[in-house]
């Protein structure tokens, strides 16, 4: 079965610091990872998506196939980052779409 | 365009009620979710639908029964309500697209159960 896990529940940083959000996957094929983000009162949107390798409002996340996992890094937090943050695993030939526990993280000024 | 359309937006019931949450989409998307979100627990899934007349089952089915009659809406109900199912109800649509795969979400319904 597939499975995901973010081990940080609340992530706090300054602004201006880098920040790093964890996310650790199981899953028997070649995985399709997201991040996902909740800002306050606003709907839950895709983030970034591993296939596309690009970076996002200046987030990146790369997967890395030997430890399973798709970490979400950004050089230099904004306070406007602050948010809910999902990482989420599609099956490759499937639609079952799961997401791991969340991240909230907050960016002091 | 409305995107996805949770409705109602909030609901209180006694336990042992029932009640249907309506999930609308007008993007012709095949696919459709209904998670629940849980403090410390995440979005968890609850059933699915691949197409119109098909469901299955998620993570945490029990207590719930869904519905795809049509391939706009997605049904969920809860045939006797315990307080175990307060939470935050969220449905999500998508096409198929494989690896870049987006899922849009509705607001959410915030149920409450006592």
């Known amino acids: 079965a597939q499975r995901v896990t973010q081990p940080e529940k609340l992530l706090s940083v300054f602004k201006g610091a880098p920040v790093e959000l964890k996310c650790n996957y199981s899953?028997?094929?070649?995985?399709?990872l997201f991040w996902y983000v909740q800002y306050s009162r606003q709907r839950l949107q895709l983030l970034l998506r591993?296939?596309s390798r690009e970076s996002i409002k200046g987030f990146t996340a790369d997967l890395n196939k030997g430890e399973t996992s798709f970490h979400l890094k950004k050089p230099f937090a904004q306070e406007e980052d602050s948010a809910m943050y999902y990482c989420a695993l599609k099956e490759t030939s499937g639609s079952r779409l799961t997401f791991g526990e969340g991240t909230q993280l907050t960016v002091n000024p | 365009n409305a995107g996805v359309t949770q409705t109602p937006k909030f609901r209180v019931l006694k336990t042992g009620q029932s009640m249907t949450l309506l999930c609308a989409q007008d993007m012709n998307h095949e696919y459709m979710y209904w998670y629940r979100q849980d403090p410390g627990m995440g979005l968890r899934l609850i059933h699915y639908s691949v197409g119109e007349g098909t469901t299955a089952k998620g993570e945490v089915p029990d207590g719930y029964n869904v519905s795809r009659l049509k391939k706009q809406n997605f049904l969920l109900g809860l045939e006797s309500a315990a307080p175990s199912q307060t939470s935050v109800y969220f449905c999500a649509s998508s096409y198929f697209g494989g690896a870049w795969t987006e899922a849009f979400f509705g607001q959410g319904t915030r149920l409450t159960v006592v």
């Open positions: 899953y028997s094929g070649s995985p399709e």
């Open positions: 591993h296939i």
